[in-house]
């Protein structure tokens, strides 16, 4: 009788272990959705807006030339040339298109900097610009 309760003559085992192929099976499946979204929305596009040739450009104007050995150049173009002055500093530059601003109030400003000059000084002469009540800035390209 001892012999019908042991199958065989051995006792049975139970397995007390996970199975992980089922886990295993939808890990793959996941990366291979991330994987194929992943590509779909790109943070590092920028949607920048685009900007037309004027059709007619001023006949005066004054230019700043920004470059990269912090010195800028300050010009009037047009019938009334005069003389070129540099301007070594922000404050420097404030005062002399000031005093360009005050002689001709309506005339509008033309920036044009080297492409190895940081972005902040683009920024920084345009900020002056306006803050001394000149509406219209311009960047010059090539």
Known sequence: ???SSMRGGRTRKFKSEINVVPYIDVMLVLLIIFMVAAPVNDPSVINLPTAGKSTVPPNEYIEIALKPDAKATIKVNGPKRGE???????????????????DSPDMPVMISADKDIKYDEVIQAIASAKKLGITRVGLATK
Not at 84 to 102: E, F, G, M
């Open 1 to 3: 009788m001892a012999g």
């Open 84 to 102: 070129t002055q540099t301007a070594s500093s922000r404050n420097d530059l404030a005062q002399k298109l000031q005093a360009l601003h005050a």
